[in-house]
């Protein structure tokens, strides 16, 4: 039996059960695991990190912790301190990794294989990003990008721009964007990008930039490659390139997480999550027959607003033999999820029901 990876050091207080430790840097929360929690608890949140994490130090004093802002009326740098006199806010969001779902392609795609587990709905607290940008002026009027650059020491002698993680989103994210602070109501940890991340919330994870050093206002996107040809929706075999669906905005999507072993037959009640994306979650259905009949499932966890998840549950029946057991879930925009999400070359996006749909064996 192959020995499981340990924890890195920087996340050595996830629960190891939870956790399937793919690479240091990346952490998926396993499906048992995540179970179906109105806020997922920081110690079973994924971890995803493009580049080493940065040393704890960087956490010792967040008000210490400077952030530049450019592109704004009046340019300039504030402490993290200095920001929260602009006021303070709270959200519950869904983070999620653009290639959460990318082990249920049939294809084979390159990089983490990530089943359900590169999500969850977490809080978050900091400052709201347009009081800081409005008390600078505001953006410059050529603006059409809010681009936020990572705060990670990179190897001398290579290209920065190949490797630092600086993304860009529509400016418009601007009436959401949190400089946020907290994870859960706790100074965020490194592993989750303290002292301070941008939250963009209803966008993929990639674009919540964490040690965020720099908040700019663009006419262009970033330079940077995890910007210009990485996180592009493309067909299987093109190759990255400006122009092609940068991953920005999440879709409707949900998936069973309980029963997940064998159970007996009779009463079952099975469980999970639904997000709705940008819109908000409006209803879930479950198929006990893998998608030839629907019933509709209920919400069991509060609404906490449009970009979280809610916990969802049907009671049932089952009799014994084997059950395809698939969710699908639609937003108030009126969008399902599909039944198959199309093949893309790195596995991106990835919200088809058929292929989150569990098999369980009844006895
Ligand atoms: N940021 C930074 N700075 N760095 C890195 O690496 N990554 C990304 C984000 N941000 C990074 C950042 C990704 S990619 C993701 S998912 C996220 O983050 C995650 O988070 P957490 O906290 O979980 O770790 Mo995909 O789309």
Known sequence: LAQAKPLPAYADWKKPDAMIVHTAQTLETTRAGMGSPAITPADILYVRNNLPAP???ITADPDAWE???????EPGTMSLGDLKTYGVESIACVLQCSGNGRAFFDHETSGT????GAAGNVFWTGVPLRRVVAAMGGPSASARFLTGTGGETLPEGLDPTTIIVERSVPTSALDVALIAFELNGEPLPVAHGGPARLVVPGYYGVNNVKYIKKIAFTEEESPAKIQ???YRMRPVGESGAPGQPSMYEMSVKSWVTA???DVSSGRVVI???AMGGVSAVSGVDVSLDGGGSWKAAEFTGPDLG???WRPFELVTDLSVGTHVVASRATNAAGDSQPENFPPNHRGYGNNGWKAHAIELTVS
């Open 113 to 116: 294989q990530w089943s359900v």
């Open 271 to 273: 469980q999970g999550v």
């Open 259 to 261: 029963p997940l072993m």
């Open 55 to 57: 040393s704890a130090d």
């Open 228 to 230: 210009q040809s990485g």
């Open 67 to 73: 952030i530049a802002f450019e592109g704004v009326g």
């Open 306 to 308: 449009a970009y979280a």
